[in-house]
């Protein structure tokens, strides 16, 4: 199984931005696709950003659209999370997700392996 291990979160003030790195162990990272979600609390996980096993499709919820950039290096097992703009609605805490289909979901279900979290605080 892929062990998956979150990084780059904080505090940061409205309009700042944080660039969250999800790093993989193993070959099994390159097999499919990845995807970012966030969960507040006393709220529902919910899905952020998804992107291909190949690299080359990407899907945002309409509530990062224009302000969230997913990437992912295969050669150092790595994905990340660029965010822009950020909004104290943003705050939650973080979860990288991978997936042996080669195309994300937008359903938590949707994955096989998630890493333990990191914290997004924006302050107003």
Sequence with gaps: QVQLTESGGGLV?????????CAASGRIFRRGAKGW???????????VAAIS????STDYAESVKG????????????VYLQMNSLKPEDTAVYY???TNSPYGSR?????DSWGQG???TVSS
């Design 13 to 21: 003030q409205a309009g700042g931005s944080l660039r969250l790195s």
């Design 37 to 47: 979600f966030r969960q507040a609390p006393g709220k529902e996980r919910e899905f």
């Design 53 to 56: 096993r190949s690299g080359d």
């Design 67 to 78: 302000r969230f950039t997913i990437s992912r290096d295969n050669s150092k097992n790595t």
């Design 96 to 98: 990288c997700a991978t």
């Design 107 to 111: 359903w938590p279900g949707g994955y």
């Design 118 to 120: 990191t914290q997004v």
